[in-house]
């Protein structure tokens, strides 16, 4: 998988990837004017999203109401405001019941960017002159 990625100026980045197109911007407070999302927050939303992908599959699958099924994530940090940790949780309507909690749970923890992260992968910057 290749992306392209394009420098529009303003503190704005887009990135195409395959027929998508996606925006990032930065906050005010970081010198962009708040159009579209910031990369990090887009980061966190692919970990957050991802889980719920694989708990609407599994909920598709069971033939499980799944449209009042929410999903929250949090940042942990530590004392240095480093980032140590994500805490997903699975907000599940009453009418879901409490034995499918641990399925849904272990579906979530099933999501590719998550093991991705959790592999370590190996991160390489490059430069080359354009032709």
Avoid: W
Wanted: net charge negative; proline share 5%; aromatic share 6%.
């Amino acid at each position: 998988m290749e992306l392209k990625v394009t420098l529009e100026g303003n503190k704005k980045v887009s990135t195409n990837i395959g027929d998508h197109l996606i925006m990032t911007d930065q906050p005010e407070k970081n010198g962009g004017s708040n159009s579209a999302p910031a990369p990090y927050d887009l980061f966190v939303a692919s970990i957050a999203t991802c889980a719920g992908f694989y708990i609407q599959s599994y909920c598709d699958n069971k033939n499980i109401d799944s449209s009042g099924i929410e999903l929250s994530l949090n940042v942990t940090r530590d004392e240095k405001q480093a980032i140590n940790g994500f805490v997903t949780t699975i907000h599940i309507p009453e009418d879901i019941p409490a034995k499918l909690h641990p399925a849904l749970k272990k579906v979530a923890e099933q999501c590719a960017v998550k093991k991705t992260i959790m592999n370590n992968p190996q991160f390489v910057v490059e430069t080359i002159h354009k032709n």
